[in-house]
Nanobody
């Protein structure tokens, strides 16, 4: 089992920045690829970003490329999502997820956090 706890959400104006963090516990963190997903009201949950177990490979949704950056610290068992140039359409509950993988997959995650709300006002 892997336990994931997100933090860092909040309310920000359009054009602003937020940094989300996810703390992991329970298994060897460095064995897992980590991902961020989001779920907005009335929409399906969507992939945002992923990072491989080593941090050497990343993957982003087209909608966030160039604005969001995913990173991880295997010594601290954390994965962060730096979000810049935020838009109202980025408003959603953001979830951290984990799966065993050597790459940065967009699907197939086994463990999920409880989510943190991000609201971007226009």
């Amino acid at each position: 089992q892997v336990q994931l706890v997100e933090s860092g959400g909040g309310l920000v104006q359009a054009g602003g920045s937020l940094r989300l963090s996810c703390a992991a516990s329970g298994r060897t963190f460095s064995n897992y690829a980590m991902g961020w997903f989001r779920h907005a009201p009335g929409k399906e949950r969507e992939f945002v970003a992923a990072i491989s177990w080593s941090g050497g490979s990343t993957n982003y949704a087209d909608s966030v490329k160039g604005r969001f950056t995913i990173s991880r610290d295997n010594a601290k068992n954390t994965v962060d999502l730096q979000m810049n140039s935020l838009k109202p359409e980025d408003t959603a509950v953001y979830y951290c997820a984990a799966r065993r993988s050597f790459i940065a997959p967009m699907v197939g995650y086994d463990y999920w956090g409880q989510g943190t709300q991000v609201t971007v006002s226009s």
